[in-house]
């Protein structure tokens, strides 16, 4: 087992300028906020960072500020998944050249693939790397099946992990029934956190972690030790990191832009834009937010 998979690794997002162009400074400086938060990696171009709305070159260029600035501090990975198997081989092996210590790779999304088409794109991708590989059960809105998962998993030995985006906190210790100490398996849906804590995810990969890390790390330290800490975890996800939760993916297409507003409040990014075809927050989400950061203490 990668324990270097394990821990709280932020899904961060990928800071724009007001052009839309990558922000550099605001990407150290969101880095740096987050390692000193405590998380325990740094996750880059998922989901939540737009991978999606950027071209290849955007990516790898994404990829060298985030590997340089980190600098060995924490874990770092990148979601390298594509709809085509090679350009996901090229950036997996752009991802391993400069130091990454694990890519996520998504299922091949867009048009319906086969059960060995899905299979084929994780194995030629996994061979094509000596880094880890993380399977991101749910990326493009695909589940992959438990029979399929052990078929993938047994074809590649640098497969080590699996992030579960689906709403199904048991997959987590069916996937441990199944594999043991082989894989490490991580939660990546928000709203069930403690779900997938209690059904022993390893690991965490969580947007709300770009606004929360601390919180988020206590969280997961807490599920690791045992009882003690444990309801001291729960008050904390149920006062402080659900409300965000709530009304960031409660309109799953504008949390990305919720995460980048509050992470604008906090003074850590300069600015909430994000890739059309995401709009802004309109007035009225944008004080529901705020009410939010408010009243929880996120922003004094």
Excluded: W
């Excluded at 600035?69 to 997996?92: D, M, Q, W, Y």
């Excluded at 029979?147 to 030995?157: G, P, T, W």
């Excluded at 949390?255 to 600015?271: E, H, P, R, S, W």
């Amino acid at each position: 087992m990668n324990e270097k998979l394990k821990g709280n690794h932020c899904l961060i997002v990928t800071p724009f300028n007001s052009s839309g162009d990558i922000d550099e400074a605001s990407t150290r400086k969101l880095i740096d906020f987050l390692i000193s938060q405590g998380v325990h990696g740094i996750l880059g171009l998922g989901t939540t960072g737009e991978f999606f709305l950027l071209s290849s070159s955007e990516r790898e260029q994404f990829m060298r500020i985030v590997v340089e600035h980190v600098n060995k501090r924490v874990p770092v990975g990148f979601c390298c998944g594509h709809s085509g198997t090679e350009p996901a081989i090229k950036l997996s092996q752009f991802a391993e050249k400069l130091g990454a210590d694990y890519v996520m790779i998504t299922p091949p999304y867009y048009f319906v693939t086969t059960r060995d088409g899905i299979k084929e794109h994780f194995k030629a991708i996994a061979q094509s790397i000596h880094i880890p590989v993380m399977i991101y059960d749910g990326g493009g809105n695909i589940e992959i099946p438990l029979d399929l998962m052990s078929e993938i998993i047994r074809a590649s030995n640098n497969i080590t992990s699996i992030k579960i985006s689906i709403p199904s906190p048991i997959k987590v210790k069916q996937l441990y029934e199944i594999f043991r100490e082989k894989v490490v398996v991580i939660g990546g849906m928000d709203a069930l956190t403690l779900l997938m804590l209690s059904n022993g995810a390893q690991g965490l990969t969580l947007g709300v972690a770009n606004v929360l890390p601390k919180e988020i790390s206590f969280i997961y330290n807490a599920y690791q030790a045992g009882k003690n800490d444990i309801p001291k975890a729960n008050k904390l996800f149920h006062e402080k990191v659900l409300p965000l939760v709530n009304i960031a993916l409660g309109v799953r297409t504008e949390y990305i832009q919720c995460f980048k507003y509050a992470l604008v409040k906090l003074g850590i990014i300069k600015t909430d834009t994000a890739r059309r075809p995401f709009l802004p927050l309109d007035k009225v989400r944008q004080a529901m937010l705020e009410t939010v950061l408010h009243d929880t203490g996120i922003v004094k």
